[in-house]
């Protein structure tokens, strides 16, 4: 017989090789645990880099003497009891192995006392159970690792220098405190605290904590967002920019509090950030993703370092969308040809003011929230609007005026396409602004108020149909795909390149862009990050890239915009043959001067 089964020693040190590598290892399943338990009080102390002994003091709720002995089993968690709990997580564990890992491989001492009772202490040396002994902490838990695979010296010899095991614990635990800013987490090294994080009031003050501890920024350099949808929330913290780098490795991804590798989801910020920061440079930014525990799997990973997130293309987009819409930014188009004009940086007004708003997250919140869809003085009084329009007396008179309108002669009022410009005349004048919504402006005899953000979106939507020059890239844009994207670019690449978007597969996962419509040159990475989520019919695929490329690229509702930009997009819009939004809206809607002086009872 060739075939045995293997001894359960054996057995036990395998399954730990995936769960444990080193002593950071160690040190992120004690945090999870005491994560787990409730704790607000998380020290971790090392000696010798953590490799001599690695101790982990909590305030949680702590185990009973009977299941101090289970808790070193294999698959034993109090975490989990059946396959849909899988589906529903909140716990940083539940797969019931860590400890088992960590008793097989080093000598083990957890030291608990549960609902104020009598103290346990239990020990196991590499598998073998020592002792169990009634004494202990008065609450939480304490649990000691000494001798770290003293007795598979292949895999300590694989181990580093104290020193640097030691920097690796410290980052483990600055990186599991990020998220959780109620509790307070201490790191000793060798006798030495080394690292302080006290409870913070805010997710902000806390990651800025943890930026700071290795340099000196200035907060005010960072900013707060924050945005919900139905099944998740995004929270961003993240460098303005003049804080940068050269690498992507302080750009940290977390998924329900725990810190992923996702690398679409890294670069969803970087295309956030689009030209404003320099070609080669990074931000600072700690992005937290607490999404429905339904759409997210993190049993693929022993380390759950990886996961599968079913709505990630929604998520994605919205990360990119909420960074590109909240940093200070351009209008692209028209402000664009201002810029040129005056060969002087420009910043639309409303980019402007949001970037003199960075002041505290709280008022970046709300700004940020801010969609046009709450009232002009409901967003007055929460701070959200800073500057009224010019010409607010006549703006009074005006909503009056709708006010006053019934359903059906509001209706009158929306224009239809065949009827639309039936005069000559293109000459118009500009008013003003209103609801950071409607441009407005009077033209032969009539009032025109028009959406700011549908316009711009038709204009654009119009070039990017009407161009059908190609732009070859002078350098070809490689961007990496997860395996359903990668297997639907293989048979539907076709979808793309009739917009004049060509791209090759390069090898597994891996594409390449080398053209783009020559009206989306400014937006190459907004269609590589479009395509490295995109998956749907022909129809679909044609819908995004048009919104991608019009609707995110186009002024927002709640954008205030300057006399010049808004002479520009208006003298466009007088020029379109029918004005319907991408969408299939009107966005333009017409009171004559005759039907205004109706409504006020004038009929000469
Ligand atoms: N610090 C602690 N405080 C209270 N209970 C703890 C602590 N550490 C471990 N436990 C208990 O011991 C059990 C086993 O812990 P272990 O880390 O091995 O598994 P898990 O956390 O359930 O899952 P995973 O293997 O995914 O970490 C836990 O389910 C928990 O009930
Ligand atoms: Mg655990």
Not at 481 to 492: G, I
Request: aromatic letters at 8%.
């Amino acid at each position: 017989m060739e075939i045995k089964s293997l001894d359960s020693t054996l057995r036990a040190r395998i399954a730990a090789g995936e769960v444990i590598e080193r002593p950071q290892s160690v040190a992120r399943e004690l945090i999870d645990n005491a994560i787990d338990a409730g704790a607000d009080e998380i020290t971790l102390s090392i000696r010798g880099g953590g490799i001599d002994e690695l101790m982990l003091t909590d305030n949680g709720k702590g185990i009973s003497r009977e299941d101090l002995p289970l808790a070193v089993t294999q698959y034993a968690t109090s975490k989990i009891s059946k396959l849909d709990d899988l589906y529903h997580l909140k716990s940083m564990g539940f797969r019931g192995e860590a400890l088992h890992s960590v008793a097989a491989v080093s000598k083990l001492t957890i030291a608990s006392s549960w609902k104020g009772q009598q103290p346990w202490t239990y020990v196991v040396d590499n598998t073998r159970e020592i002792s169990l002994t009634p004494q202990g902490p008065d609450r939480g838990t304490v649990v000691k690792v000494e001798d770290l695979f003293s007795e598979i010296p292949a895999r300590r010899s694989f181990l580093k220098r104290p020193a640097s095991e030691g920097t690796l614990c410290r980052n483990v635990l600055l990186s599991k405190a990020m998220p959780f800013e109620n509790i307070h987490f201490t790191f000793i090294q060798d006798g030495a605290i080394r690292s302080d994080l006290p409870k913070r009031g805010t997710l902000y003050d806390r990651v800025l904590d943890i930026f700071c501890e290795d340099e000196a920024f200035n907060r005010k350099e960072f900013v707060y967002m924050e945005r919900e949808f139905g099944d998740f929330r995004i929270r961003i913290v993240t460098s303005l920019a003049g804080i940068r780098r050269s690498d992507r490795s302080r750009i940290k991804v977390y998924v329900n509090n725990r810190a992923v590798e996702e690398f679409s989801l890294v670069q969803a910020v970087c295309y956030g950030y689009g030209e404003t920061l320099p070609g080669g440079s990074f931000p600072y930014t700690a992005l937290f993703i607490d999404d429905n525990p339904e759409l997210v799997d993190f049993n693929i990973h022993p380390a759950k370092k990886e996961v599968k997130l079913r709505n990630k293309a929604a998520i994605h987009h919205e990360i990119h969308s909420l960074i590109s819409s909240s940093l200070p930014r351009q209008i692209p188009g028209i402000a664009a040809r201002k810029r040129d004009e005056d060969s002087q940086p420009y910043l639309a007004p409303s980019a402007a003011q949001t970037q003199t708003s960075f002041i505290s997250p709280s008022y970046v919140a709300d700004r940020i929230k801010y969609d046009g869809s709450r009232s002009y003085q409901e967003a007055e009084k929460a701070g959200a609007v800073c500057e009224k329009p010019a010409d607010s007396e006549w703006l009074e008179k005006a909503k009056k005026l709708f006010r006053q309108q019934d359903e059906k002669q509001y209706e009158k009022t929306q224009l239809k396409a065949d009827d639309f410009w039936q005069t000559e005349s293109r000459h118009f004048r500009y008013i003003g602004q209103a609801f950071r919504l409607f441009l407005i402006c009077e033209k032969d005899s009539c009032l025109y108020l028009v959406d700011q953000h549908a316009a711009h979106e038709r204009i654009l939507f119009n070039e990017l149909k009407e161009q059908k020059d190609v732009q070859q890239l002078l350098i070809p844009v490689d961007f990496e795909v997860d395996s359903d994207v990668d297997a639907f670019l293989c048979e539907n690449a076709y979808i793309y390149t009739q917009y004049g978007i060509n791209i090759a597969q390069k090898d597994e996962k891996l594409w390449t862009l080398s053209s783009i419509p020559h009206s989306a040159r400014e937006n190459e990475k907004r269609i590589v990050s479009y395509i490295q989520s995109a998956i749907g019919s022909e129809e679909e695929i044609e819908a995004g890239l048009y919104a991608i490329v019009a609707c995110k690229a186009a002024i927002k509702a709640g954008d205030i915009i300057d006399d010049y930009t808004a002479n520009a997009l208006l003298e466009k819009v007088f020029e379109l043959e029918d004005p319907v939004c991408p969408h299939g809206r009107t966005f333009v809607i017409r009171l004559s001067e005759a039907e205004l002086r109706e409504m006020v009872g004038r009929t000469k």
